[in-house]
């Protein structure tokens, strides 16, 4: 199941102390807000595997993908500091939370950066729009090896609980042979009681639809909301992440920051000019 990145691993054995004697530092941001259950459930599993900062919004900022802020200033409190844990609630986007996780609340580099567990999926073309996968690909570009957790249920009070020995299971297999450089791990859970398993999968493809809801004020304008419904365009046999949430599986794609397209560059050589 895991025979992709079998092939990169390092170590034979779990060793979660580093040359210094410390335990793994994780890192963990989302786009939900710190008081999400989704990020405190996951704050909580990291801790049986190393300390824990957790640098998050102070309320939603889905749909922020990679954005940074630079038209106004960010700041941030602590909200909570137990062993091993420190909190703290920033009023930027999931990407400043990193940044400012990486330059101000971590003593060194994490061993670890995680994003989620988010409420609601981020499968198929979604990964490109997702705060939480936002924390993930910056944790990436930074050379960190960093996962994506995601639930497909959108609900505020969802039940992680089915998920969480998929969880450890990923976490484990990271923090023993890390991920090959320039890529993370965008890993979803379906919305049933019980999985029939995990499987490794593609990206799903797909577009949104029926984007925006128009309504008029009663001051005389149109306002819109943003809303949509996603239309797949995988084949029933294709091994999507979007058809294995639908079959009932967790889902794992590796997910490259390098998003050139190699095989068009040969074509596009005779628009070469050297002047």
């Known amino acids: 199941m895991f025979h992709f990145f079998r092939t990169f691993a390092a170590k034979e054995e779990m060793n979660m102390k580093m040359k210094d004697g410390k335990r793994p530092l994780i890192l963990i941001s989302n786009d939900d807000g710190f008081e999400a259950k989704g990020i405190n459930v996951l704050s909580a599993i990291a801790r049986e595997y190393g300390d824990v900062v957790v640098v998050a919004p102070d309320g939603g900022r889905s749909g922020a993908s990679l954005s940074v802020t630079f038209q106004r200033v960010l700041t941030t409190r602590m909200v909570k ?15 400043d ?33 997702s705060g939480t996968m936002g924390v993930v690909i910056e944790g990436c570009l930074k050379g960190i090896p960093s ?21 450890r299971k990923v976490m484990e297999f990271v923090l023993k042979g890390g991920l090959p450089k320039g890529v ?34 009663p001051r ?21 992440d979007w058809n294995g949430l639908k079959e009932g599986y967790v889902t794992i794609t590796p997910t490259k920051v390098d998003i050139t397209a190699y095989e068009v560059m040969e074509e596009l050589k005779e628009l070469t000019i050297d002047n």
């Open 81 to 95: 500091e137990d062993q091993g844990l420190k909190v703290y609630a920033c009023n930027g986007l999931p990407c």
């Open 220 to 240: 005389g304008y149109q306002y819109y909301w943003l809303v949509g419904e996603f239309a797949s365009s995988d084949k029933p046999d294709d091994n999507s």
């Open 97 to 129: 939370c990193v940044k400012i996780g990486l330059s101000e609340f971590c003593d060194r580099k994490p061993d670890l950066v995680l994003g989620g567990i988010n409420h609601g999926d981020n499968s198929a073309v979604n990964v490109h729009y």
């Open 147 to 167: 996962i994506g957790f995601s639930h497909c249920s959108h609900s505020m009070d969802t039940d992680f609980t089915p998920m969480v020995p998929y969880i």
């Open 184 to 217: 993370c791990l965008n890993v979803n859970a379906p919305d049933v009681p019980e999985y029939k398993g995990m499987k490794v999968c593609k990206m799903g493809q797909g577009e949104w639809t029926k984007e925006l809801e128009g309504r008029m004020s």
